[in-house]
């Protein structure tokens, strides 16, 4: 994690090898783990603890693991068969006779005397009054593990606990006195923290409960307030540097753009706009995340800031995670644009040579004032002549590098991020601590919730009875289900069949298909059927997931639902309920598990999508909450961002509150947290006074 200072021994610069007992062969095992230098063995932080400590048995549960301290009271008892044994004798422990068992342990039986006293550690079956040995000791041989909380490890090839236990154990010992504290005293003080060499001796090797649950509190919160200290950096160096784009916008010309849309703007949309002109009227670079439910009108509050950008002399770029979803918002803020003359072009991967090369020098000299694309927007041939607006639509889809890239495009563009997956507060912090957030919590007018159901496969026949009452009322359906193919791992439905036996049990019934693997020209031309209303039903993959818009589309089907994530649910439910008709959405499941069961309910229970992302963290976790590495959510090595939220506050207040003090910049009392800012922000510089 971090350096010592200057003229003090660098921990991480000196090789594991120098631990005694780590070979070669041993190092090259520890580097699989992610160790090869004392101060990551060091930092190599027990995921559990193993109790030895002696417990009355009276406080155990049949079927716990106990430890118990006792006196050997019959001769041991050695049984084989099919080549394993089983050892037995009767020990008493707090006045009470029990059968000590031992599996494939056969060595012990001579050490095994009649009035020996023994420790024994293994799973407690009361009715038998029996226990399973997994570990003995003779207290007579000296102090060993009895007592002890011992560390738990992630191990793999031919690393033992023992082995490890014994190298972190020497490595403490010989290097322990080189820990360095990063910390200032203010903020060990202010939340009674222990002394980071305490810590983290103690995290390895606690004496009790309460001390392990110290040690893990003071090395949670500095991983916290480290990880806060960087986003907090950066964003007063942000807020400080005068670089970007003071934009000279006109309220009378964006209340005209507003009032000539085709709907009036709800309340949360048009604080959201003020939100976000507010930043770029300012001379440093907006970096602002707009996040809201879907259908919530986020795509329209990202047109009047390209237009703001554009009236202003500056160009724009929208970058969206798919083609289709591309080339939906060329055509509708084409459409919006034209009125105004701003000139608005479409780069995907699908582009000609030609309408590439065309688009390019277009953009170069200037004469496109917004480009809407995919990944090929940051293409290294991508130049703009005075970018001043990105925004990136679903933004958790594509890596932090690939957003900095396009940000590069520019001279510090303003930044605008759209997200219809809600973030709850805990990843919002968390992830984008050094953003802005606004939110728009609040339905278009006339807009119902969408009704959910969860039926089980055998009730298709009732399915396809709904999909024709929409149909007899002009109304039109999507079918989505998890593969394009038929795949062997997985019993699911897939989309090819399925549209096939659409066909065949509703012939009269015009039937879409739509996946990833079609052409461009095929896809457009399936979607533009289905918007058009040429087709009822649309048979489709999860294509359609992000932002794809047709408010005819009442009915969302989801075949084999308890295979998609709860946050990829709500997306595919937010594909209808776009008009003011009532819209439904029926999953069909027959989940397996307790979290599938849970995620139905959950569908069931809500359509209020802070709710369901919510839930969703609770049940997969901040690692796989947006399905992607790339998306910027931190990896702790001890924090846990559900059960250590309310650290997580505490350390993004600390360290906005120092990174705001004119002292942090200077004083000599912060200057390993600024050495440590140097070497782990890679885009960190001090702001200018």
Same mark, same amino acid.
């Given at each position: 994690?971090?350096?010592?200072?200057?003229?003090?021994?660098?921990?991480?610069?000196?090789?594991?090898?120098?631990?005694?007992?780590?070979?070669?062969?041993?190092?090259?095992?520890?580097?699989?783990?992610?160790?090869?230098?004392?101060?990551?063995?060091?930092?190599?932080?027990?995921?559990?603890?193993?109790?030895?400590?002696?417990?009355?048995?009276?406080?155990?549960k049949d079927g716990e693991k106990i430890t118990v301290q006792g006196r050997i009271e019959t001769p041991p008892s050695l049984q084989r068969f099919g080549g394993k044994s089983r050892l037995l004798c009767r020990v008493t422990v707090e006045g009470l006779l029990l059968t000590a068992v031992w599996f494939g342990r056969a060595f012990l039986k001579d050490q095994m005397e009649?009035?020996?006293?023994?420790?024994?550690?293994?799973?407690?079956?009361?009715?038998?009054?029996?226990?399973?040995?997994?570990?003995?000791?003779?207290?007579?041989?000296?102090?060993?593990?009895?007592?002890?909380?011992?560390?738990?490890?992630?191990?793999?090839?031919?690393?033992?606990?023992?082995?490890?236990?014994?190298?972190?154990?020497?490595?403490?010992?010989?290097?322990?006195?080189?820990?360095?504290?990063?910390?200032?005293?203010?903020l060990l003080?202010?939340?009674?923290?222990?002394?980071?060499?305490?810590?983290?001796?103690?995290?390895?090797?606690?004496?009790?409960?309460?001390?392990?649950?110290?040690?893990?509190?003071?090395?949670?919160?500095?991983?916290?307030?480290?990880?806060?200290?960087?986003?907090?950096?950066?964003?007063?160096?942000?807020?400080?540097?005068?670089?970007?784009?003071?934009?000279?916008?006109?309220?009378?010309?964006?209340?005209?753009?507003?009032?000539?849309?085709?709907?009036e703007l709800t309340g949360a949309q048009k604080n959201v706009v003020n939100e976000i002109m507010r930043d770029m009227k300012r001379p440093y670079?907006?970096?602002?995340?707009?996040?809201?439910?879907?259908?919530?009108?986020?795509?329209?509050?990202?047109?009047?800031?390209?237009?703001?950008?554009?009236?202003?002399?500056?160009?724009?770029?929208?970058?969206?995670p798919t083609e289709i979803l591309a080339e939906q918002h060329a055509r509708s803020l084409g459409r919006l644009f034209e009125p105004y003359g701003v000139q608005v072009a479409l780069l995907t991967g699908s582009s000609t040579a030609r309408e590439r090369r065309d688009i390019l020098a277009s953009l170069q000299m200037g004469l496109i004032d917004i480009v809407i694309g995919t990944h090929a927007l940051i293409q290294e041939d991508v130049f703009f002549r005075r970018l001043g607006l990105v925004v990136t639509d679903e933004q958790h889809r594509f890596g932090v590098n690939q957003r900095s890239i396009l940000r590069r495009k520019g001279l510090n563009p303003d930044v605008l991020m759209m997200t219809a997956t809600p973030i709850p507060r805990t990843l919002a912090i968390t992830v984008f601590g050094d953003m802005d957030v606004s939110t728009?919590?609040?339905?278009?007018? *006339? #807009?119902?919730?969408?009704?959910? +159901?969860? &039926?089980?496969?055998?009730?298709?026949?009732?399915?396809? @009875?709904?999909? $024709?009452?929409?149909?007899?009322?002009?109304r039109q359906t999507f079918f989505i289900c998890p593969l394009i193919e038929e795949s062997e791992k997985l019993d699911v439905q897939n989309a090819i069949d399925l549209h096939m036996q659409l066909r065949q049990a509703m012939p009269d019934l015009a039937i879409g298909l739509l996946h990833a693997r079609m052409t461009s020209a095929e896809k457009d031309a399936a979607m533009g059927q289905f918007a058009a209303g040429e087709s009822t039903v649309l048979v489709s993959t999860t294509v359609v997931e992000v932002g794809v818009d047709v408010p005819n589309a009442t009915l969302m089907i989801v075949m084999d639902a308890d295979r998609f994530g709860l946050s990829q649910l709500h997306q595919l439910r937010g594909?209808? *309920? #776009?008009?003011?008709?009532?819209? +439904?959405? &029926?999953?069909?499941?027959?989940?397996?598990?307790?979290? @599938?069961?849970? $995620?139905?309910?959950?569908?069931?229970?809500?359509?209020?999508?802070?709710?369901?992302?919510?839930?969703?963290?609770?049940?997969?976790?901040?690692?796989?909450?947006?399905?992607?590495?790339?998306?910027g959510v931190p990896e702790f090595r001890l924090a846990n961002l559900m059960n250590d939220f309310e650290t997580l506050e505490q350390a993004r207040d600390d360290a906005a509150a120092l990174t705001g003090e004119p002292s942090f910049w200077t004083s000599q009392a912060y200057a390993g947290l600024r050495d440590y800012l140097r070497r782990e922000a890679p885009d960190y510089s001090e702001p200018l006074d």
């Open positions: 994690m971090a350096e010592l200072s200057a003229g003090e021994t660098d921990l991480f610069a000196i090789p594991v090898t120098k631990i005694k007992g780590v070979s070669a062969p041993k190092a090259g095992e520890l580097h699989a783990l992610g160790v090869s230098t004392v101060g990551e063995l060091i930092e190599y932080y027990p995921f559990r603890y193993e109790d030895y400590r002696v417990r009355p048995l009276h406080e155990v009649v009035g020996r006293d023994i420790v024994l550690t293994g799973k407690w079956d009361q009715r038998r009054r029996q226990l399973t040995v997994a570990e003995s000791e003779f207290p007579d041989k000296g102090a060993g593990r009895t007592g002890t909380l011992q560390p738990v490890y992630s191990i793999g090839g031919s690393l033992t606990q023992a082995w490890l236990r014994q190298r972190i154990e020497l490595a403490l010992t010989q290097y322990g006195s080189l820990i360095p504290e990063l910390l200032p005293p203010e003080d202010r939340h009674d923290l222990m002394p980071r060499r305490e810590a983290i001796h103690r995290i390895h090797r606690p004496e009790n409960t309460n001390e392990g649950q110290e040690a893990r509190r003071r090395m949670v919160y500095e991983e916290l307030f480290l990880f806060e200290l960087r986003l907090q950096a950066y964003r007063a160096m942000n807020r400080k540097a005068p670089d970007g784009i003071a934009h000279k916008i006109s309220s009378d010309d964006i209340r005209a753009f507003a009032a000539n849309l085709p709907f670079a907006m970096n602002r995340l707009l996040q809201g439910d879907v259908g919530s009108g986020k795509t329209v509050v990202a047109a009047i800031a390209l237009y703001a950008t554009v009236k202003d002399g500056c160009q724009g770029a929208l970058m969206v728009i919590g609040e339905r278009p007018q *006339g #807009r119902k919730p969408i009704l959910t +159901y969860w &039926v089980k496969h055998d009730k298709m026949d009732r399915v396809l @009875g709904f999909i $024709r009452r929409e149909a007899e009322i002009g594909r209808v *309920g #776009r008009s003011d008709h009532q819209s +439904y959405c &029926v999953l069909i499941a027959d989940p397996k598990s307790e979290n @599938g069961l849970e $995620r139905m309910q959950a569908m069931t229970d809500t359509d209020d999508g802070f709710e369901i992302a919510r839930r969703d963290l609770e049940l997969r976790g901040p690692g796989e909450f947006f399905g992607t590495k790339q998306s």
